[in-house]
């Protein structure tokens, strides 16, 4: 129960954060910081705990986000109502794409760019279609009410992306305890041995991917009502599966609290870089390269590798 116990001390922490801090920036930090340990976790569930290496987790990203602008501009649905559809559009798309690939045998590099290919398909066609906004994109109009899931302040953001984190969080140490989790991780390590040992192959990675979907799609959703705008490239450029990836696996894939390690590495070093290089713009991407190299090379199982196996 260990994990469970820290997961509960670092939500009670972030929690009292804007009771002792007044400064928008350092909100503004956290709250990101949170955001992208979220579809990180996403990502690490398929491609961490499965061995599913996907390029395309935008896909999802930008379902849950469009979802959640077309529900609430186009049909006048409320934001909290308009949620649960998001995500369970997320998992829809996971679970078609799983539906697709898995069931021919692809893997590896085939299944990442299949993903890729996917998340493009979807970029042209938000690009296209006017419910969509077309290459416009839709901006939600501004109702500054916690009923209407958009707050007058950053807190009620933060406490917003907190409970999706912590969320993430918990299914991750499912996943590390479950009888689920363990034919996950079985899949992971060798799927031809572990069809021989009884387990579904395609129903396991078909549930994983679908999973991840949902959780990839609330990103999407908070990134819609915190900013109150998305586009085609926003929702599904390269910028967001890269984003989820890179914190993952700097964090360590497979972990509970790896994702939340490199969200935590990649925001530090970020506005560190930004502060100490104003006029080098792009040079934290530089060091964004530099850093995945050593961790791949050094830290092969990432920066939670360094706290044990329970990390």
Request: hydrophobic share 60%; net charge positive.
């Amino acid at each position: 129960m260990r994990p469970l116990a820290l997961i509960a001390g670092l939500a009670g922490a972030v929690a009292l954060l804007p009771a002792v801090v007044e400064s928008g920036f350092v909100l503004n930090m956290a709250i990101m910081t949170l955001y992208t340990a979220l579809i990180a976790q996403a990502w690490n569930i398929l491609g961490g705990f499965g061995g599913q290496f996907s390029f395309g987790h935008a896909v999802f990203f930008g379902t849950g986000a469009y979802a959640m602008a077309v529900l609430q501009v186009k049909l006048g649905l409320n934001a909290w109502l308009a949620l649960p559809v998001a995500l369970t559009l997320g998992a829809a798309v996971g679970a078609m794409i799983g539906a697709l690939t898995f069931r021919y045998g692809l893997r590896g590099s085939y299944f990442a760019l299949v993903t890729l290919a996917f998340a493009e398909v979807f970029r042209i066609l938000a690009n296209t279609f006017q419910f969509t906004g077309a290459g416009v994109g839709i901006q939600i109009p501004l109702r500054e009410s916690a009923a209407d899931l958009q707050f007058a302040g950053k807190p009620g953001f933060l406490f917003a992306i907190l409970a999706l984190t912590v969320a993430s969080l918990v299914i991750a140490w499912w996943l590390k305890h479950s009888r689920y989790g363990a034919w996950l991780q079985a899949v992971r390590d060798n799927e031809d041995s572990a069809a021989a040992l009884g387990v579904d192959v395609f129903r396991v990675k078909l549930a994983a991917i679908a999973l991840s979907g949902a959780l990839m799609s609330a990103g999407g959703a908070f990134y819609l009502q915190y900013f109150r705008y998305v586009d085609p490239h926003i929702a599904y450029g390269p910028a967001i599966s890269v984003e989820a990836l890179l914190a993952a696996i700097v964090g360590g894939m497979g972990t509970i609290f790896g994702p939340l390690l490199g969200a935590l590495v990649l925001h530090g070093l970020g506005e560190a870089t930004r502060s100490l290089m104003q006029n080098a713009p792009g040079i934290n991407l530089v060091i964004y390269g530099v850093l995945l190299v050593l961790i791949v090379m050094f830290l092969p199982r990432g920066i939670a590798g360094l706290f044990g196996r329970k990390a």
